[in-house]
């Protein structure tokens, strides 16, 4: 296995843990060290070693969560995949909406234990932490885009 390869393998695993399937963790992976004219659902799956269903979901997902673009070069017939100009700051702000999920989860647990102090403790710090990442978060991530 080549260095690429490996890369593609550890992706796959790492955005695995994040939520994507393995397969779309690995064509982030070989989408991040490929060339900008990015690749071909075939040609996806013969580097990867993945069936052509698999690929076509995971490419499906990359796609709808604006991780990658599909596009079609002048004269081709297939349509070509490459991350999207932003995807990481993109992806950021995709996973920035679950800070609100986890703040209302904690109210409804504060709810839920009325008066305990243990209790509420633990919920006041998840909801405290998350309302501070949903407030702070938007801002650094429009000073990173203003840096580039």
Do not use: H, I
């Given at each position: ?57 995971a ?28 995807v ?10 679950e ?49 580039r």
């Amino acid at each position: 296995m080549d260095e690429m390869e490996a890369f593609a393998e550890e992706a796959g695993l790492f955005y695995e843990r994040l939520g994507l399937s393995r397969t779309a963790g690995r064509v982030m992976g070989w989408l991040l060290t490929a060339d900008t004219d990015g690749a071909d659902a075939p040609q996806l799956c013969d580097a990867l070693g993945v069936a052509k269903s698999s690929m076509s979901v995971a490419l499906r997902t990359l796609e709808s969560a604006g991780l990658t673009e599909r596009f079609r070069r002048r004269g081709d017939r297939r349509d070509r995949y490459r991350l999207t100009e932003d995807v990481f700051g993109r992806a950021f702000r995709a996973k920035m909406a679950e800070f609100e999920q986890f703040t209302r989860l904690a109210e409804r647990g504060l709810r839920a234990v009325g008066d305990d102090p243990a209790r509420r403790k633990r919920l006041e710090n998840m909801r405290d932490m998350y309302a501070f990442m949903a407030e702070r978060f938007p801002r650094l991530l429009d000073e990173w885009e203003e840096s580039r």
